[in-house]
């Protein structure tokens, strides 16, 4: 009897272990098939679509540098060189009149051309037809005086169709192919009109640019596919294989690669240039990687469950024997039976009932912070991840917008969340709102809407807002799909908004869309006036320095720049004042107690930024000021005691020079500066008041005369009576009646 109760407790425990195993494997098996099925039909879908998408952003981006590196440059050659400023006077010279028998001019014109071929490697040459003096240049810098048609014709080859094509359509300017010279290739050119002035165009200049197919290599792979380029009314411009029946997508399509007669094709379309870019590939040659990479990952799938197989073996069997041997060391210490007895098992799950309870209610109040990190993932991580459950009920729309609202009084810290969230149930309303704390003063909310109603949702929540918040600010992102990580794009975008809150400080309601951050200038000409303001520095001149921050400023928040260089600008503004400083032996911590290359980047907005900016510079005009006071009364004691122990021998400025160690020139600016005359007139008038004291004390006119250095007494006497009026005889004789 005892034999057979252990024989079925060893059964038991195997056919315990045995389901376990079963399970397990049957788990696998399932969650295999469903890898596969998804990796398949989801996963493959979602990397083929980013596979193309990342190809075609590259093949994209390489159309558009081959329109703006070379086709642009072409399009810029009237505006830099052929515009009627002063540097282009060499070039547009020939328009005027003729250069035949000027050397000068010729080779000033050949000169200007060769800058132009410098300037721009992707030109293989620039032909010019001067119409009014029949002069032509071609490949920059050859210059012809063609004496009839046929001549012109010869020089240049183009010249007959382009009239032919400006005569019956006005088509200006012209873009075409056709052999140039003694090329084998057809090249690309490019044929303008321009300078004209009446409508007889008798002066005006033909220009044609001509570029080279190989310069494309450059920006794209012209062996790994076909580039193909076509003007605004579809002519075919330049094709780098001779492909007769294949078709070219509208240029009016969708943007993306297409699939053609097996081929992967791409578009881009200049609004600039008029042209159209097409990039074909072989659909085998592009799939490549993408293939490459796929069977890897599946060889990896199948590893991985072989490797899933073998660890679940391992593991089932030491979970076996560890339960096992771990039960019977419970039972000894706690006295519990192995048995089927309920009173000993449903105490321990009496106990273990409670515990589960216990974490439950842990888990029901901590249900709103986990509700509120749902949301913070779906703004940080967008499509990366499942949306969590308890978001679903709301994820039901077809758009989303993301807004911030900026609470400059408030702490949203302390706001209740719960309570906020509890007033805009899933489907009760026009849309749904998520809402989640950003920071301690900004709060994210996540409008979800159907397509097309956006203006009337945004018009009742900021009514809705009106009513709940006072004095806040509101930022909306870019409207997006709600699938596909749309909720993080438009997050992306309303942040990128929420930076120009530092620019339009009195604008409660910011607008991604409206603020046009993809046309927004990242450059622009403040050099000049960051040289007037060192100027003021220099002059100590307060009023303008102000007034040209205000302009800066005024620049910022109507000059259409990105955040990016308005506070690159600033920062450069700062580093300024405080060379400045440094120059004129400032240090900013003895004068502010702080250091304002870090202190500025703490201010909130530009108005502020304004205001601080001004009292910085009142104060730094203000040292400097004082500093060369102080520099320039020490310097004036220096100048009148030079010319008190000196005036009497032979004083010149350049003594005065070599006693300051300062050159003459500076010298005299410095004499000026701090006397307030010039230094002839002042030695003139020490030395006439000096001749007055000798006169007075009983010197001759010629002792005197020699004593300050006068050439003669003659001149003495002439100098004396031009300033007093009289001859130092009559000076003197004046003086002794005076005393009586």
């Not at 200049?205 to 062996?223: G, M, R």
């Not at 069997?317 to 210490?333: A, D, E, F, M, Q």
């Not at 900021?462 to 799909?481: C, L, Q, T, V």
């Amino acid at each position: 009897m005892i034999k057979h109760w252990k024989h079925n407790k060893k059964s038991l425990h195997l056919s315990i272990a045995s389901t376990i195993l079963w399970i397990n494997l049957c788990s696998i098996i399932i969650v295999t098939f469903f890898n596969y099925y998804v990796f398949h039909h989801r996963s493959a879908k979602v990397y083929q679509e980013s596979f193309i998408n990342y190809n075609t952003t590259l093949t994209n981006l390489a159309l558009k540098n081959i329109d703006q590196q070379i086709i642009q440059s072409v399009l810029q050659l009237q505006q830099l060189y052929f515009s009627p400023i002063q540097e282009n006077e060499p070039i547009l010279l020939p328009k005027k009149h003729s250069i035949r028998d000027s050397s000068k001019d010729i080779m000033a014109l050949a000169r200007e051309m060769q800058k132009i071929s410098r300037s721009n490697p992707y030109i293989a040459g620039i032909d010019l037809y001067y119409e009014a003096t029949n002069t032509v240049v071609t490949n920059f810098n050859k210059i012809h005086f063609p004496a009839d048609k046929q001549q012109i014709n010869r020089y240049l080859p183009w010249y007959k169709s382009y009239q032919d094509i400006y005569r019956e359509n006005k088509q200006n300017p012209v873009w075409t192919t056709q052999k140039v010279y003694l090329e084998k290739e057809p090249l690309l050119l490019y044929i303008n009109r321009i300078s004209g002035l009446n409508q007889s165009n008798d002066d005006d200049i033909i220009l044609c640019a001509y570029l080279k197919p190989e310069s494309f290599s450059d920006y794209i792979d012209q062996s790994a596919g076909n580039l193909f380029i076509t003007a605004g009314n579809n002519q075919l411009l330049y094709s780098s294989d001779a492909w007769e029946d294949f078709s070219l997508p509208d240029p009016k399509a969708s943007p993306g690669i297409q699939e053609i007669d097996d081929f992967m094709v791409s578009l881009v379309s200049s609004p600039t240039s008029g042209l159209n870019y097409y990039y074909a590939m072989d659909s085998t040659g592009f799939y490549r990687d993408y293939t490459s990479v796929s069977h890897i990952l599946l060889f990896s799938f199948f590893l991985s469950i072989v490797f899933n197989v073998v660890m679940l073996l391992v593991i089932t069997y030491y979970n076996h024997t560890t339960y096992h041997n771990r039960v019977h060391i419970l039972s000894k210490n706690t006295g519990i039976p192995i048995d089927h007895s309920a009173k000993s098992f449903d105490r321990s799950l009496n106990l273990l009932e409670k515990e589960i309870l216990k974490l439950s209610e842990e888990a029901d109040s901590s249900r709103n912070l986990n509700f509120q990190a749902a949301i913070r993932n779906e703004l940080l991580n967008g499509a990366s991840r499942h949306p969590d459950d308890s978001l679903l009920p709301w994820l039901t729309r077809e758009s989303c917008c993301v807004t911030l609202i900026s609470l400059p009084n408030a702490d949203i810290a302390t706001m209740p969340m719960e309570e906020l969230q509890e007033d805009y149930p899933p489907g009760q309303k026009a849309y749904d709102a998520l809402f989640t704390p950003v920071d301690a003063q900004t709060l994210a909310t996540i409008l979800l809407f159907d397509n097309g109603c956006f203006e009337q949702v945004r018009t009742d929540f900021i009514s809705e807002m009106d009513s709940r918040f006072k004095g806040y600010r509101m930022i909306s992102g870019s409207i997006a799909p709600l699938v596909g990580g749309g909720v993080f794009c438009s997050y992306q975008s309303a942040t990128e908004a929420a930076r120009y809150q530092y620019i339009f400080t009195q604008d409660r309601f910011l607008s991604y869309e409206l603020l046009h951050i993809d046309r927004r200038k990242n450059d622009g000409s403040h050099l000049k006036l960051f040289d007037a303001v060192q100027k003021d520095i220099n002059n100590t001149n307060l009023l303008d320095l102000q007034l040209h921050l205000e302009m800066l400023v005024t620049s910022f928040k109507s000059g259409n720049y990105t955040i990016d260089y308005c506070q690159a600008t600033l920062r450069d503004l700062v580093t300024l004042l405080y060379r400045s400083m440094s120059q004129n032996q400032l240090d900013t911590w003895i004068i502010f107690g702080y250091d304002i290359r870090s202190y500025y980047k703490t201010i909130k907005n530009i108005d502020d930024f304004q205001t601080w900016c001004g009292s910085i510079c009142e104060m730094i005009v203000k040292q400097i000021h004082q500093r060369r006071q102080s520099v320039d009364d020490g310097l004036r004691l220096k100048i009148l005691h030079l010319i008190d122990e000196y005036l009497e021998k032979d004083i010149t400025l350049d003594l005065l020079a070599d006693k300051l160690q300062i050159r003459p020139n500076t010298a005299s600016r410095l004499f000026r500066q701090v006397i307030g005359m010039g230094y002839t007139d002042y030695i003139k008038s020490r030395k006439l008041k000096r001749a007055e004291e000798l006169i007075t004390q009983g010197y001759s006119v010629k002792d005197t005369a020699e004593k300050l250095g006068y050439g003669s007494a003659q001149y003495f006497i002439k100098v004396f009576k031009e300033n007093y009026g009289m001859t130092p005889h009559q000076y003197k004789k004046a003086k002794k009646q005076e005393n009586g």
